[in-house]
């Protein structure tokens, strides 16, 4: 009795095996590869031939292709032997391969017709294929047993993958001697084997160094279909394993063989989605098929895409872990940052920054810590022992690998502590260097984010003193007519009249310094909403009447103009510049106050005939804060007035000529175009740059 076998397993035996021979072929360009893959591919030829002829499938096709299978499987050991023989070995190859070529040819006799004795068993013919068989198990022993120390890295998995599967038929074939029959059980355990020995020419295809290279395919190809022969193999055992139940029969039988599929899918489905196992298959297979262990351009791209992502998605500390630990296949990890006042140079102090998938607990090492001692500097990953680390470890559990920040301007920037990776690896000079690098790309994005973080602290206090200057000047302002009220108290003190007008101008005093104290609060106090709307001629007005000396007002057809700017400010910049206007004119000499629109602008041009000014003086220092040329000047007047009609949308521009005198231009859009400021600054200081002197007096 030839036996007979399952369809479903020879089938899936056929498909893997061609998968996996596929996969070499695609990875493991070069002569090492080839006959691993020409010894895969005969295996899932045979089993196609066996699952076309289930009912026999020890003859006819599938002898054929048995007998084939066997043949190439002793012609690749015997090329390994080749490639790891002595000077002295040739002549026994050869005749180890002449031996080969005899019992193949035998076997191939036993397939013709009659050509078995009539019990099936004992003659030449029969025995030829337990001979080729068990003549592949010899060369298998003997290759592995007689290779170097140093080789028997590049053949150990074909010996055990080709030799194992050989040793089996052999006990299929004394089996039936014995018994006088096939068993069906052992045919089908054949496919079995053959699935589960085919990935180790597959590995042994690729973990040849001395030939190794990069393949054309990517990293992610290969882990894919590695998972899902992997995840093809698991099934096959359980739909065997589920046969089995059905062929016992009874009548538990069948939901037995029902939820053991939906079991092995489940897990399957459990296995897939976690990470540990995703990392472990990674590890045993996929990093063998590759010379580098890490995808640098992957790794790059994740390192990048990791620190840019928003704070909104994760901290920046968070950041900072994760793009040392994914790569490194950590599921935790702690941050030490060097406190940002303490200087570069001598050993830092590291104290706790976050923690990603751990335990949140504030530390601080002193300078000189065996940490930052064991970090050399920043030029070592640390790999701690058992021992070292205790008050780390009991903070922050497990400690597998410190990673260094390194800046190249501020050294050591801090320290990244790893947990250990979920798939068990020893770390190489390839991972350190890796992580060096990542530590020092981390270094720059944190200090960057330092940088940053000054920069903006640094524009907050520059704000605040802006506004503070603003303050200064306004409280010398108030200063002085509190001075004029004192001087004058001395001979009217008396006078009931007097005493009222010192009331309340000590009143308004008191409630412009109060507005001055709650604008340096609130920045934006000063600027005008949307819905505040002065006339500038009534305010014009108030102001002129309220000034000693002459000063004009032209303003012909303005009484319903409008513009979006607070009265506060809109008086304390044409308050700075009638002031200085005022000291620039000769005694005796009026200043004019000329107010007009053009197109959706209002223009407020003050014009004195004072000596004027240069151009060098209008472009480096009239604008430039705290820069004045009067002996009693804080350099705050024209600046300010600059700044707080910029922030309603205008602008201020001079034009002076030495000798002439000045014009300030004030620029203001109107309440119901204050989108268009831009545009119509730009237009105003067009006009006024090609003036010239005719706009001064």
Not at 8 to 19: D, K, N, P, V
Not at 437 to 452: N, P, Q, S
Request: net charge neutral; glycine share 8%.
């Amino acid at each position: 009795m030839s036996g007979t076998a399952s369809v479903t397993l020879y089938a899936g035996c056929a498909a893997i095996s061609a998968a996996w021979t596929v996969l070499v072929l695609l990875v493991g360009r070069g002569a090492a590869a080839r006959p691993p893959a020409v010894a895969g591919a005969v295996a899932a030829l045979w089993a196609a031939a066996v699952a076309a002829m289930p009912e026999n499938p020890l003859n006819g096709i599938a002898g054929l292709a048995e007998v084939a299978r066997g043949a190439t499987w002793l012609a690749v050991l015997l090329l390994l032997c080749r490639r790891l023989a002595a000077p002295g070995g040739a002549a026994l190859l050869r005749g180890l391969g002449a031996l080969g070529l005899g019992v193949t040819a035998l076997a191939l006799a036993s397939l013709l017709p009659g050509a078995a004795s009539p019990q099936g068993y004992g003659t030449a013919l029969t025995l030829a294929r337990p001979a080729l068989a068990l003549l592949v198990v010899l060369v298998a022993e003997n290759l592995y047993r007689n290779a170097p120390e140093e080789a028997r890295w590049h053949v150990v998995l074909p010996c055990i993958a080709l030799g194992g599967l050989a040793a089996f038929d052999l006990v299929l074939y004394a089996d039936a001697a014995l018994s006088g029959a096939f068993s069906d059980v052992l045919i089908d355990s054949r496919a079995v084997l053959t699935v589960l020995a085919v990935p180790l020419l597959a590995i042994a295809a690729v973990r040849d160094r001395r030939t190794s290279h990069e393949p054309p395919v990517s990293r992610q190809l290969v882990f894919h279909g590695a998972t899902l022969l992997t995840a093809g193999t698991f099934l096959l055992g359980a739909g065997i394993v589920g046969e089995a139940l059905h062929r016992l029969g009874g009548p538990w039988a069948r939901a037995a063989q029902v939820g053991l599929l939906a079991g092995a899918v489940m897990t399957l489905a459990v296995a897939v989605s976690a990470r540990s196992v995703r990392s472990r298959l990674r590890r045993l297979v996929v990093d063998h098929f590759f010379r580098d262990r890490y995808d640098y351009r992957r790794e790059w791209l994740r390192c990048v895409a990791t620190l840019s992502a928003p704070d909104a998605e994760a901290s920046a500390e968070i950041r900072a872990i994760r793009a040392v630990a994914d790569p490194a296949d950590s599921p935790a990890g702690v941050l030490l940052l060097r406190d940002p006042g303490e200087p570069p140079s001598g050993a830092p102090a590291l104290c706790w920054a976050g923690s990603w998938n751990g335990p949140s607990a504030p530390l601080a090492l002193p300078a000189g810590h065996a940490l930052a001692l064991a970090l050399r500097d920043g030029a070592w990953v640390a790999r701690p022992g058992a021992g070292e680390f205790q008050e780390l470890r009991s903070l922050y559990g497990p400690i597998w690998l410190a990673v260094p920040l390194t800046h190249h301007r501020e050294g050591l920037l801090g320290v990244v502590l790893l947990s250990p990776p979920r798939a068990p690896f020893v770390p190489d000079g390839e991972t350190f260097d890796l992580l060096r690098a990542l530590g020092r790309e981390v270094a720059m994005f944190l200090a960057e984010r330092r940088a940053a973080q000054r920069a903006a602290d640094a524009e907050r206090i520059q704000a605040y003193a802006g506004r503070f200057a603003f303050v200064a000047h306004d409280v010398k302002t108030v200063a002085t007519q509190l001075n004029l009220l004192l001087a004058n108290a001395e001979a009217n003190i008396a006078d009931p009249e007097f005493q009222r007008d010192m009331l309340l101008t000590v009143r308004s005093s008191a409630a412009r310094i109060g507005a001055l104290i709650a604008r340096l609060r609130a920045p934006d106090e000063g600027r005008a909403p949307s819905a505040a709307l002065i006339r500038p001629v009534d305010r014009l007005r108030r102001l002129l009447a309220a000034r000693p000396g002459p000063v004009l007002l032209e303003a012909d057809d303005m009484e319903e103009v409008q513009v979006a700017m607070s009265a506060e400010a809109f008086d304390a910049a044409v308050t700075h510049l009638l002031d200085n206007a005022v000291e620039a004119s000769p005694p005796g000499r009026e200043v004019a106050v000329r107010l007009r629109r053009e197109g959706e602008i209002i223009l407020v041009d003050i014009v004195d005939r004072g000596t004027g000014m240069s151009a060098a003086f209008l472009r480096d220092v009239l604008f430039r804060p705290l820069a004045s040329s009067k002996p009693d000047g804080n350099g705050i007047g024209a600046w300010q007035a600059r700044e707080l009609l910029r922030r309603a949308g205008g602008d201020l521009v001079a034009r002076s000529m030495p000798g002439v005198g000045t014009t300030m231009r004030m620029s203001l859009p109107l309440a119901a175009t204050a989108p268009q400021a831009a545009a119509v600054t730009a237009a105003a200081k067009r006009e006024l740059a090609g003036a010239g002197a005719e706009l001064c007096p």
